[in-house]
């Protein structure tokens, strides 16, 4: 089949648009979370998987084409049942595959998705996407495809536009359904607004109604919401069978819903009052269209600022979970204080005078500093460690095992959520965190190394 000219992708400027376009005009789409078997092929030649793995619920649920079994001349060999299709991959110059979908009976459910280009898997970092939409053309099913870099910025827009949780690994979203939930969560708060902006009174909506909370107040917020849901009075961390994996949740599920609910709400008043003042009045159409051209500049600082917005909170949401946590467990800590070289760490277990005077392996204080990403910020915690122990705490997924390595040199402990280092269901790491002697999870963190000091720290 040939898709040369049935496919107009060559004016998007950026990933973000494309990924905008496919959900625009693709019936539904599919998205993985790549693990690090999905990548591997791409990058080792002794790699024995080939392409990306698609579980059994994927591959039997009317996404892809039906599989027929292939003719093989052992008669007795057990069935492989495959099916071609056509795939176009917009990143790569609009190259055009015959990707194959091949399900090895004789491997139980084992299925891969292969005949694709090595060059847009092999440089992605861990917990990269990869997606596929559906489209018919010309009476054809055909499968447009991109990948994207879990340190990319497309990765916030992806996990925004369909609410991906914290521990999302594949997934099949049927577009028209995504863009009416959407669509019925704005609607149904516009009629508030109008109505708050009729009567005059849009200023003080903005300042009730639509009021963003602090960072302080929603990340209590969110915990309240996480033990109402499992039925608990506190997050000691002693008490739970995951804290690792109870702080991502928080911060990165609940707590991200919250606010993005709210920051919906507040960007929705904004453009009213930046577009029609609060004083209600009748405007003509010509009125509206030469109040949004004039109001353009200013609507692109409130989305500039928006961004931005989302950014910090996420890093304090994370230092307000954990003090919360260690304030429930009793684990002594002081917070930002002020070290002999000027840094400030988020925490110092259990004070910076204990820290400084007691050098004892096992009763020792300790540097915990926590970052929701890491990238290259994790190198600005060296200075806070000076002859202490220093553990540094991440929700963070896409961390090469160069970086581990890296920090392993230097003495840092990292302290990762407990799903990250658990085997995931492609029969492999879902991550580079796996098989470091420096990575532990915060359960271990808190059994193996704060409880056995804390009888000396009190």
């Given at each position: ?8 992708f060559?004016?998007?400027?950026s ?7 496919l959900?625009?005009?693709s019936d539904?789409v599919?998205v993985?979370k790549?693990s690090?078997?999905?990548?591997d092929?791409a990058?080792?030649?002794?790699k024995h998987?080939?392409?990306?793995y ?7 649920g009317?996404?892809f ?13 057990k069935?492989?049942?495959e099916?071609?299709?056509p ?13 194959r979908?091949?399900h090895?009976?004789s491997k139980g459910?084992?299925t891969?998705l ?22 018919e053309?010309?009476g ?18 992806l996990?925004?536009l ?9 997934g099949?979203?049927d ?5 009416q939930?959407?669509?019925?969560g ?11 902006w009729?009567r005059?009174?849009?200023?003080l909506?903005?300042?009730?109604s639509?009021?963003m909370?602090t960072?302080?107040e929603?990340?209590r917020?969110a915990?309240?919401k996480?033990?109402a ?7 000691n961390?002693?008490e739970l ?17 919250l606010f993005?609910?709210?920051q919906?709400?507040?960007?929705a ?12 009045k009748a405007?003509n159409?010509i009125?509206i269209m030469?109040?949004l051209?004039d109001?353009?500049?200013?609507i ?11 950014k ?21 800590f002081?917070k ?10 988020d925490?110092v277990?259990?004070?910076l005078?204990y ?25 600005q ?13 991440t929700?963070d ?5 160069s970086?581990?390595e890296?920090?392993?040199?230097i ?5 990762v959520p ?6 995931s269901?492609d ?11 420096n ?8 059994e ?5 000091r804390?009888?000396?720290?009190k």
């Open positions: 089949m040939n898709l040369q000219g049935e496919f107009n060559d004016g998007l400027s990933d973000t648009e494309l990924l905008l376009k959900f625009e005009t539904r599919l993985k790549l690090n078997n999905d990548r092929w990058r080792f030649p002794n998987q080939a392409g990306v698609i579980p059994q619920e994927q591959r039997e009317g996404f084409p039906e599989l027929s079994v292939k003719e093989r001349s052992d008669p007795g060999a069935p492989i049942r099916s071609f299709f795939t176009v991959w917009p990143q790569n110059g609009n190259e055009e595959k015959q990707s979908l091949v090895y009976t459910p084992e891969h292969t005949r694709l280009p090595k060059s847009l898997f092999r440089d992605l970092l861990p917990a990269s996407f990869f997606l596929m939409a559906r489209q053309r010309a054809d099913t055909v499968f447009i495809c991109m990948t994207i870099d879990s340190a990319s910025d497309e990765v916030a827009y996990e925004d369909l609410n991906l949780a914290p521990d999302f690994i594949v099949e979203f577009t028209g359904v995504v863009k939930q959407e669509q019925e704005i609607l149904g708060f516009a009629d508030q607004i109008v109505a708050a009729q005059g009174e849009i200023g909506f903005a300042s009730t639509a009021k909370p960072t302080l929603l990340a917020i915990r309240s996480f033990m849901i499992y039925g608990r009075k506190d997050i961390p002693f069978e995951c804290p690792g994996d109870a702080l991502r949740e928080i911060s990165r599920r609940i707590e991200w819903d993005r609910e709210y919906r709400q507040q960007r008043v904004q453009l009213v009052r930046i577009v029609f003042g609060d004083e209600p405007f159409a009125e030469r109040r051209t109001s353009l500049a200013e692109d600082k409130l989305m500039l600022s928006a961004s931005q917005q989302r910090s909170r996420a890093g304090y949401s994370y230092e307000h979970h954990i003090e919360a946590m260690l304030g429930a467990a009793f684990i002594p002081e930002q204080v002020i070290l002999e070289n000027k840094k400030r760490p925490f277990l259990p004070s005078s820290a400084k005077k007691v050098k004892a392996a096992n009763q020792k204080g300790l540097i915990l500093s926590a970052k929701t990403t890491l990238r290259e910020r994790w190198k915690v060296e200075r806070e460690k000076g002859d202490r122990d220093l553990y540094l705490t929700v997924e896409n961390i090469p095992a970086t581990i890296d920090m392993a040199r003495d840092i402990q990292l302290v407990e799903g990250l280092l658990s085997e269901k029969k492999g790491p879902k991550n580079e965190y796996a098989g470091h002697p990575v532990l999870t915060f359960k271990e963190f808190c193996r190394v704060v409880r056995p804390m009888r000396f720290w």
